[in-house]
């Protein structure tokens, strides 16, 4: 990302990062910023951020520009998949989901972690998740969720009160009622 800055903005960029250690400070903090987003989104928000702007971006506008390039695929930003991932009722597989990428990743992470445990554990797991599976998405990669498994039809045999009342039998002899 900043080797595209610099070529882009070499003026600009010199300016305002004119020696190597404050550079680094500010890979630092930007890093830290942008941990939410997968490579290739924050790659495809500094193309963006390029190709709309003739200044070199603040660390805010590339923030707008990565939550801005999950957009054209239709993924929602990594905060929002995990709370939607973490309120999802169960089956799972039948939930109107705003991305398949969103189920997948809670998948991956493990729906009961997500339910039971609090977000300091179960975020950086489904964050790892989501930005695989936006990688994937983003890399053009199509996700289908898989119909859940529809019950089996009843045999339409209903038994007789009788032979109920024998089975409950047999079941009361077993467990030594």
Not at 30 to 42: C, E, G
Not at 111 to 128: D, I, N
Not at 156 to 162: F, I, L, T
């Amino acid at each position: 990302m900043f080797a595209l800055f610099r070529l882009n903005y070499h003026n600009q960029f010199y300016a305002a990062y004119p020696d190597s250690e404050q550079l680094n400070q500010v890979k630092k903090l930007w890093l830290a910023a942008l941990a939410d987003y997968p490579v290739q989104q924050v790659l495809h928000g500094a193309r963006q951020a390029i190709e709309t702007s003739e200044y070199l971006p603040t660390l805010n506008r590339m923030i707008e520009c990565c939550r801005d390039s999950l957009s054209p695929y239709g993924l929602p930003d990594a905060r929002s998949a995990y709370r939607e991932a973490c309120a999802a009722a169960s089956p799972k597989s039948a939930q109107p989901w705003s991305h398949p990428a969103v189920y997948f990743a809670g998948r991956d992470a493990d729906w009961f972690l997500l339910a039971s445990e609090p977000e300091s554990q179960s975020w950086p797991l489904f964050q790892a998740a989501y930005q695989r599976w936006c990688s994937k998405v983003m890399a053009g990669e199509q996700l289908e969720i898989e119909a859940p498994a529809a019950l089996p039809a009843s045999s339409g045999e209903v038994s007789s009160r009788d032979e109920a009342l024998a089975e409950l039998k047999k079941i009361r002899e077993s467990l030594g009622d």
